[in-house]
């Protein structure tokens, strides 16, 4: 998978948030005592590569992580500044909530956060879904021969 490229300039202003309040589906930041929750979400759902990963988030003040929440559950989480600095990622949603937008909000408050802390460009590590993120915020991928922060990684 390769990385992409985000011009944090040339973001979408609408997070796209109040549609998911409508249907009670809320977005903010994980708090330090939720740190098991979100977890137990990441690994149950995608990897502990990726809970490990996400766990960084919370030594950042204020937290790198925005959770959506519906009834008092996690259904989506997206983290930056985890893998390295201005590195988006990772980031998921359960299956039963796709499709529904939670993936693209979640990508733009972290998008947005990055920018607020002075970023201009921001790096999707090891981009799955290129087209959603083309499609969401403008993602342009970089040169497959450039080696990405994850190149060497342990298997």
């Known amino acids: 998978?390769?990385?992409?490229?985000?011009?944090?300039?040339?973001?979408?202003?609408?997070?796209?948030?109040?549609?998911?309040?409508?249907?009670?589906?809320?977005?903010?930041?994980?708090?330090?005592?939720?740190?098991?929750?979100?977890?137990?979400?990441?690994?149950?759902?995608?990897?502990?590569?990726?809970?490990?990963?996400?766990?960084?988030?919370l030594k950042h003040d204020?937290?790198?992580?925005?959770?959506?929440?519906?009834?008092g559950q996690i259904i989506g989480f997206a983290a930056y500044e985890c893998t390295t600095r201005d590195y988006f990622g990772p980031t998921g949603v359960n299956e039963k909530a796709r499709g529904k937008g939670v993936g693209k909000a979640l990508l733009l408050a972290c998008l947005h956060a990055m920018r607020e802390m002075g970023y201009v460009y921001a790096i999707i590590g090891g981009a799955g879904p290129t087209g959603f993120y083309s499609k969401a915020c403008g993602a342009v991928p970089i040169a497959e021969n450039w080696p990405s922060f994850y190149t060497d990684a342990l298997k």
Do not use: Y
């Open 1 to 57: 998978m390769a990385d992409m490229l985000v011009n944090l300039l040339n973001l979408p202003e609408d997070k796209g948030f109040e549609h998911l309040k409508q249907e009670g589906i809320l977005i903010r930041r994980i708090r330090s005592f939720e740190l098991s929750i979100l977890r137990r979400f990441i690994i149950e759902n995608f990897s502990e590569r990726w809970a490990d990963e996400a766990s960084v988030s």
């Open 62 to 71: 204020p937290a790198t992580c925005f959770i959506a929440t519906k009834d």
